[in-house]
């Protein structure tokens, strides 16, 4: 049985776009430049054949990929959660939560980072996703809440300043 794959709206469109892309666009120009290249004759030699034969085998491979990551897709939309609610200022996927390291040398730094799916993360845009330990530590956790992280060089505590959800 698959974990559920929980995912924004964002995200969610993100998937569903390149999948049309790959099935209404990608996919059949391949098919067409194989099927070209097959009527050329001597398939052994043919490197439109070949690679096109192989590209096909990739689109098809990351095709089947999308479509399983979608049917096991729970979209969660916290367009509802406004800022202010006392529902605001607790930590869920899909927020972004700006915070302050408490120690070490980035003491008083502040960060902002936007809790996503799986499929979303983007490190530099700040997107990490919800089964990281950061993610996992901050998730449920309060503004103005102390929590303690894991890092690479141990653990630090931060400090939760904001709480909010786009």
Known sequence: MEEKNYITPAGHERIKTELLQLLNLDRPEVVKVVHWAASNGDRSEN???IYGKKRLREIDRRIRFLNQRLEF???VDNGARKSGDL????????????????????YGKETSITIVGVDEV????GYVSWVSPIAKALIKA???DCVKIQTPTGPTEIEILNVEYR
């Open 47 to 49: 490197g439109d054949y």
């Open 73 to 75: 897709a729970v979209v």
């Open 87 to 106: 529902d605001a200022m607790q930590v869920f996927f899909g927020a972004t939560v700006t915070y302050s390291n408490l120690e070490g040398d980035d």
């Open 122 to 125: 983007d490190l530099d845009q």
């Open 142 to 144: 309060r503004l103005g």
